[in-house]
């Protein structure tokens, strides 16, 4: 319950800056990284990097308190123990379904983003070996900050605020926080289940000072040189760079598993495989292949990150707790402000999932 984005803590929440023009982006002069080592760096921050902060400071928020509305709607009927049964619960059979598949194609794409981590990070360790297929927080920050002291010192410059980015901005946000198709068997799960709250509170913070803190420190150190992943921005060769790599390496082999398990049940529950050792085998193997297969095609970790938060994470985390909570609770009686508040999250949510679906798949497309 640590982490509520599946352990991908290598993401980058992207900055919404961009060069002018189009140019390249532009290391830090050696005179500023000098004054940035010996005296701290003194130079303005970017307008948008505080608009990113303050924007990843909001998603979290908004997350948090969607997560509280799942375990509110757990509490309205005490038979209730997955995500799916909300939206029965909400909408019936067609609420079990439609939450169901927007699970599965969510760990599906995420299994997907594990793979192509885990090339991008083979490929930094062992650079030119060609390899394609197939946590540690701490270490991964404590590398970052010794790139930083080390190498390039914290000096890295940003330019004009780029609106553009916004979009992709936001998607990534809710990537760094969708868990909430876990929270309700986590929920039913506890042995002191008031003490939700406070837990996903607790995660939600401890989460936000991860992220923020490794963002704020990749760009201080890279600037508007910085990469989707921290440990691209590492220096090759270094001994430090290898660590935080290994480490990044080992917690997608540790998830991907429980990542396709659910799907490859609900496979077999839906074909009437249950029980049947050669189908599971035969199931599990179709989907080791064609995660592989996507991930090889489409090795775009940013875009797709984006794209996951945007439109899948957008609708697990902000839209079905939403208007699952006020289905269930509309014939108690809602407050006001909490309705309004609500309905200020759906728009955010609906702002989010069309620009940001749209911005990234655009990305995407670009890039073939």
């Known amino acids: 319950m640590v982490c509520l984005n599946f352990g991908v803590i290598t993401l980058i929440p992207k900055i919404v800056v961009e060069n002018p023009d189009g140019e390249e982006p532009r290391a830090s002069p050696p005179h500023r990284q000098h004054i940035c080592r010996s005296g701290g760096c003194r130079g303005t921050w970017p307008a948008g990097f505080e608009l990113s902060l303050a924007l990843f400071a909001l998603v979290g928020a908004v997350c948090y308190y969607t997560g ?9 009927d005490g038979s209730v123990a997955t995500y799916p049964d909300v939206g029965q619960l909400a909408f019936g059979a067609a609420g079990r379904r439609t ?3 927007f699970m599965y194609v969510e760990l599906y794409l995420v299994a997907i983003s ?13 650079p030119g070996a060609g390899v394609e297929l197939l946590v540690a927080s701490a270490a991964l920050t404590a590398s970052l900050v010794w790139a930083g002291v080390s190498e ?23 990537v760094c926080f969708t868990g909430h198709a876990v929270f309700p068997t986590i929920y039913s799960s506890m042995k002191n289940r008031e003490r939700f709250s406070q837990v996903l509170h607790f995660s939600s913070v401890l989460c936000s000072l991860n992220y923020g803190l490794t963002a704020v420190l990749d760009y201080l150190i890279y600037g508007d040189n910085v990469q989707s992943q921290v440990t691209l921005d590492l220096p090759s060769g270094r001994l430090y760079t290898k660590i935080a790599i290994v480490m990044t390496l080992v917690n997608p082999l540790t998830k991907y598993a429980l990542l396709v398990a659910p799907i490859t049940s609900a496979i077999e529950e839906t074909f009437s495989l249950v029980g049947s050792g050669s189908a599971r085998v035969a199931v599990s ?11 090889s095609m489409v090795p775009f970790f940013g875009f797709l990150m984006s794209f996951i938060g945007s439109f899948l994470s957008v609708i ?3 839209f079905f707790p939403c208007l699952c909570y006020l289905k269930i609770y509309r014939a108690k009686g809602l407050r006001r402000v909490e309705v309004a508040a609500i309905v200020a999250i759906l728009l955010l949510g609906a702002f989010v999932a069309i620009t940001g679906t749209y911005t990234s798949l655009l990305d995407i497309i670009g890039t073939f």
Do not use: Q
């Open 316 to 318: 697990a985390t902000v």
């Open 114 to 126: 594990f793979l192509v981590l885990e090339g991008d990070n083979l490929d930094k360790l062992f």
């Open 152 to 174: 390039s010192g914290f000096g890295g410059s940003g330019n004009v605020l780029n609106l553009a980015g916004l979009p992709t901005s936001l998607g990534l946000y809710f």
């Open 99 to 101: 939450v169901a598949v």
């Open 68 to 76: 509280t509305l799942i375990a509110l709607c757990m509490r309205a």
């Open 285 to 295: 193997t179709a989907l080791l292949v064609s995660t592989v297969a996507v991930a």
